[in-house]
């Protein structure tokens, strides 16, 4: 079965330093990677994916991701942090279960405090 | 247009009582999934629905947990004889396509957060 890990329970970053939170994933075959961000009181919002390709995904809000198969590992990246970044965020695995049926799998989350 | 709604908001029950959950996905969408989050955990697959049909409800915790989408659009979670344990965050998500993974995005709703006394 897949599984994700995120090592990270929370981190502290300066408003304007670089940022890199860390996701990896264990999974048989080439697994489909996402990166979630949860903001207090709201849905979980699709910050980028991978597929298959390039292994360096841009998203949304100025995230990437850099897929290394050989690490099993889909980190989350921004050059430059915004106090609006502060948030909850979640790495992801999609894969077929043994019952033939398609599932996300979550990490555990990172949060993410911004100091202005 | 509107994303994924969910009601109630919030919902405190006493134990042993039961509990509808309601999930009103994005229009169109074929696909829709229930997942319960834990405080402290990332959201944990309960059961999803392709149309009206459930598709896969391995991850429902026991049978007094149950779903249904009897016309294919809103859909119900209930749990019946409610637990202290029960007490988490249910999320809703619908997908415009089948569920699987190409042009598969999950649009999630901001949850109900069950507590059970």
């Known amino acids: 079965a897949q599984s994700v890990t995120q090592p990270d329970i929370h981190i502290t970053v300066s408003e304007g330093a670089s940022l890199e939170l860390r996701c990896n994933y264990s999974y048989g075959a080439t697994p489909y990677l996402f990166w979630y961000v949860q903001s207090p009181g709201q849905g979980l919002q699709l910050l980028l994916k991978y597929f298959s390709g390039d292994t360096l995904v841009q998203g949304i809000k100025g995230f990437e991701a850099e897929f290394k198969r050989s690490q099993s590992s889909f980190n989350l990246r921004k050059p430059s942090v915004h106090w609006s970044d502060a948030a909850e965020y979640f790495c992801a695995v999609g894969a077929y279960s043994g019952a033939g049926s398609y599932q996300l799998t979550f990490g555990k989350g990172t949060k993410l405090s911004v100091i202005p | 247009g509107a994303g994924v709604s969910q009601s109630p908001r919030y919902k405190v029950t006493k134990r042993g009582q039961d509990v509808a959950l309601r999930c009103d996905p994005i229009s169109g969408h074929v696909s829709l999934y229930w997942y319960r989050q834990a405080l402290g955990q990332g959201p944990e697959f309960l059961t999803y629905f392709n149309y009206e049909a459930q598709q896969d409800k391995s991850g429902l915790p026991n049978d007094r947990f149950s779903a249904e989408r009897p016309e294919g659009s809103i859909s119900t979670l209930t749990i019946q004889r409610t637990e202290q344990r029960d007490s988490a965050m249910y999320r809703c998500?619908?997908?415009?396509?089948?569920?699987?993974?190409?042009?598969?995005?999950?649009?999630f709703g901001p949850g109900t957060r069950l507590t059970v006394l």
């Open positions: 998500a619908s997908s415009l396509e089948l569920a699987g993974p190409i042009g598969n995005e999950q649009f």
